[in-house]
């Protein structure tokens, strides 16, 4: 079975940067479509990105210009670059995938909080 | 952007009765719906692909129907490990959007 595991969240200064690291040990994140999820305090689901089997990249529009999705094939990881944060980044961040279905999430991490703030 | 809206926001229930949780999207996204069930603290877990297949390992008294713009999900008989809160999430387009959750609490 598929296991994601995230890390890298934290608190950060409103402006500052942070990466997320979502690692699936044993698989190919090249074979796989993951996507970032992230759950506010309190709130529903919100896609963030997805990265696509040929490296083709998409972004919801609320962090389109200050995230970046990418990943390392030899390290099995998928990474979210995240740039000029902001209060409204604050929430735990999911990674998901599923093997041959684009929009589908069968496989979850445990999640990894950001937290903006100053 | 697809807007998923998901109703009721919340409801309360019974064990044994049947739950039904509604989903509609803002335009026509044929069967390309996932219902997923999140427990405090956890991540969500897909109960329903698809609009109406069974993940595997899923129990069979979740249930998905619908496509188009209208679909409801499920439980036949709810028990107290269901209690938790259920999203739909359409994949017909980017951006993936979900529903607004519904909260399923035990009467």
């Known amino acids: 079975e598929v296991q994601l595991v995230e890390s890298g969240g934290g608190l950060i200064q409103p402006g500052g940067s942070l990466r997320l690291s979502c690692t699936a040990p044993?698989?190919?994140?090249?074979?796989?479509?993951i996507s970032w999820v992230r759950q506010a305090p309190g709130k529903g689901l919100e896609w963030v990105s997805v990265i696509y089997s040929g490296d083709s990249t998409y972004y919801a529009d609320s962090v389109k210009g200050r995230f970046t999705i990418s990943r390392d094939i030899s390290k099995h990881t998928v990474y979210l670059q995240m740039n000029r944060l902001r209060a409204e980044d604050t929430a735990v961040y999911y990674c998901?995938?599923?093997?041959?279905?684009?929009?589908?999430?069968?496989?979850w991490g445990q999640g990894t909080l950001v937290t903006v703030s100053s | 952007d697809i807007q998923m809206t998901q109703s009721p926001s919340s409801l309360s229930a019974s064990v044994g009765d049947r739950v039904t949780i509604t989903c509609q999207a803002s335009?026509?996204?044929?069967?390309?719906l996932n219902w997923y069930q999140q427990k405090p603290g956890k991540a969500p877990n897909l109960l329903i692909y698809d609009a109406s297949k069974l993940e595997t390992g899923v129990p069979s008294r979740f249930s998905g129907s619908g496509s188009g713009t209208d679909f409801t999900f499920t439980i036949r008989s709810l028990q107290p490990e269901d209690i938790a809160t259920y999203y739909c999430q359409q994949f017909d387009n980017l951006p993936l959007t979900f529903g607004g959750g519904t909260r399923v609490e035990m009467k």
């Open positions: 998901g995938g599923h093997p041959n279905r684009v929009g589908t999430f069968a496989y």
């Open positions: 335009q026509d996204i044929r069967s390309y």
């Open positions: 044993g698989f190919s994140v090249n074979s796989y479509y």
